[in-house]
């Protein structure tokens, strides 16, 4: 079953997504790293499947429960524990039209104010029950009605996290962001970690790489 995303009242089917990217990681005290590959995401499994070519070929089965890493060559794989991996990635936030707010407004935040500084419009979220032990409030700015930026919280107010998404397109009628940075913050509001995701060659229901889709792996 495909997702329905809509814009200007005009309903495009959208179930499958691929695409290139790359993903640059730089780490304090590390070296930097490269990865780049081919991704396949599946909506009616909800699933994301990364085929990386460099700098080690091996493949990657994403869902909102378990990651399997499967190295070329090897029989062995690694499985990883990944709660909500799926439901908070971009892919499915925009085929569900929820990454304007990047989903808050139907997950379990309530928002608190809403302010206007020059072409941003900010906004700042409280989590409400359980989560409130693990998770602080969030801030976000959208500049022409899109998620621009997004800053995570702990309880006691210190930054953790912090995200901005640029280069919009708009792939069969929704747009996506085809970079993204992210930075981690250490406990004393050190940035430790800088990531660079690109994508680029955006297609939407290929009718080719089947096997990519499938839930085997």
């Given at each position: 079953?495909?997702?329905?995303c809509q ?186 970690k800088t ?8 297609v939407a ?13």
């Amino acid at each position: 079953m495909a997702s329905s995303c809509q814009l200007f009242g005009q309903v495009i089917l959208v179930g499958k997504v691929e695409c290139n990217f790359s993903v640059k990681e730089i780490t304090v005290g590390k070296d930097d790293k490269l990865q780049m590959g081919k991704l396949f995401y599946n909506h009616s499994t909800q699933q994301i499947h990364y085929s990386i070519t460099f700098p080690i070929a091996k493949s990657i089965l994403a869902t909102d429960k378990l990651t399997v890493v499967k190295r070329s060559g090897l029989q062995k794989r690694d499985t990883i524990p990944s709660p909500g991996f799926i439901s908070t990635s971009m892919f499915n936030l925009a085929c569900n039209n929820n990454m304007e707010y990047f989903g808050l407004d139907k997950a379990p935040f309530e928002l608190v104010s809403t302010k206007v500084e020059e072409e941003l419009v900010v906004s700042t979220w409280k989590p409400k029950g359980v989560i409130k032990d693990v998770h602080g409030n969030v801030t976000m700015a959208q500049r022409d009605g899109r998620l621009f930026a997004i800053n995570f919280y702990s309880p006691n107010g210190k930054m953790t996290s912090q995200q901005f998404f640029e280069d919009y397109i708009f792939l069969k009628g929704y747009a996506f962001p085809t970079k993204v940075i992210a930075f981690v913050f250490n406990s004393i509001g050190k940035k430790v970690k800088t990531t660079v995701t690109e994508y680029t060659n955006l297609v939407a229901n290929s009718e080719s790489n089947e096997v990519f889709y499938s839930a085997d792996f």
